[in-house]
């Protein structure tokens, strides 16, 4: 009956412990997404005559200090652009939130657009989730956009 009563406390001691254990927080950093990443892009712009699908991929790249450079190929209505340069920032909250702004290029070195986002870093790092909330045109005009990317670290 001691023995019983000896392994009914331990095991209720150890459950307590164990659910006492808190897990680590949340902490993101710019350093943790450096490395090489691949996304996907879709959505639509709104333009004046309507609607325009949208979809691009890009191999990038983000280094410990938040410097952002790829190059994407996209599809804009159907019309394809290759391999055009995009060159950035990405800023990281410790909660895993952060936001990324880049200037897109063609293959002459002439601005196309400047695109702002939202993103969620998941998966330890190994994913970010983002949302377009800001695409502005050299001459100044805002388009209006439903356009989501999922990016995939390729190395760890």
Do not use: F, Q, R
């Given at each position: 009956m001691k023995r019983n009563i000896f392994l009914a406390t331990l095991l209720l001691t150890l459950a307590a412990v164990a659910s006492a254990q808190t897990h680590p927080a949340c902490t993101c950093s710019v350093?943790?997404?450096?490395?090489?990443?691949?996304?996907?892009m879709t959505g639509t712009?709104?333009?004046?005559?309507?609607?325009?699908?949208?979809m691009a991929i890009s191999r990038s790249t983000i280094d410990a200090e938040g410097n952002v450079s790829s190059k994407q190929?996209?599809?804009t209505g159907g019309v394809i652009s290759e391999w055009n340069t995009v060159k950035?920032?990405?800023?990281?909250?410790?909660?895993?939130?952060?936001?990324?702004?880049?200037?897109?290029y063609d293959s002459n070195g002439n601005l196309l657009r400047t695109v702002t986002e939202d993103l969620v870093i998941d998966d330890h790092a190994r994913e970010i989730r983002a949302i377009v909330t800001s695409l502005v045109l050299p001459n100044g005009t805002s388009v209006p956009t439903i356009i989501t990317i999922t990016e995939r670290k390729l190395f760890q």
């Open positions: 350093a943790k997404l450096a490395g090489e990443w691949a996304y996907t712009v709104i333009t004046p005559n309507g609607p325009v699908p949208v190929t996209s599809s950035g920032t990405v800023t990281v909250n410790s909660d895993c939130t952060g936001t990324k702004t880049v200037m897109v």
